[in-house]
C-alpha cells in the first residue's frame, strides 16, 4: 500500500526543538515533491516548508525560515522537518505530502492555490508549543 507514515510532534516548550519524520511506504520519494504543512484550529492548512527531491532545491515559509530545516534520507526513505525555537504560534497538526505533479512544486512557490494538489497525504501529528 502505498501511504505516508509520520512520527513525532509532542509537547515542547517555547524555544524548544522537534523533528518529525515522514516515510514513505510502498514507494519511494524520487522525483516527487515532498511538502509540509500545518493546520491550526479554525484555520486554513498552510504549507511550510517544501522540498524538490529532483535537485534538492527547498522552500520555507518566511515565518519559519532560518528555524526549521527540511531534509531527506534516502537510505530510510524518509523526509524529516527539523524544527527549532520554536513558538506558540507554531502550535498545530503538522501534515506532510507528497506530489509527482510539477504543479505541487508550484504550489510551494506560491503559484498555487490549494494543497489539494498534493495527492498523498500522511495522517498528521499534533505540535503543542507552550508558552
Known amino acids: 500500500e502505498v501511504q505516508l507514515v509520520q512520527s513525532g510532534g509532542g509537547l515542547v516548550q517555547a524555544g524548544g526543538s522537534l523533528r518529525l519524520s515522514c516515510t514513505a511506504s510502498?514507494?519511494?520519494?524520487?522525483?516527487?515533491?515532498i511538502g509540509w504543512f500545518r493546520q491550526a484550529p479554525g484555520m486554513a492548512r498552510e504549507g511550510v516548508s517544501c522540498?524538490?527531491?529532483?535537485?534538492?532545491?527547498?522552500y520555507y515559509k518566511d515565518a519559519v525560515k532560518g528555524r526549521f530545516t527540511i531534509s531527506r534520507d534516502n537510505s530510510k526513505n524518509t523526509v524529516y522537518l527539523q524544527m527549532n525555537n520554536l513558538k506558540p504560534e507554531g502550535t498545530a497538526v503538522y501534515y506532510c505530502?507528497?506530489?509527482?505533479?510539477?504543479?505541487?512544486?508550484?504550489?510551494?512557490?506560491?503559484?498555487?492555490?490549494?494543497?489539494?494538489?498534493?495527492?498523498?497525504w500522511g495522517k498528521g501529528t499534533q505540535v503543542t508549543v507552550s508558552s
Open positions: 522540498l524538490y527531491t529532483t535537485d534538492s532545491t527547498s
Open positions: 510502498g514507494f519511494t520519494f524520487d522525483d516527487y515533491t
Open positions: 505530502a507528497a506530489d509527482l505533479q510539477q504543479e505541487a512544486w508550484n504550489y510551494c512557490l506560491g503559484y498555487g492555490d490549494s494543497p489539494k494538489i498534493f495527492r498523498l
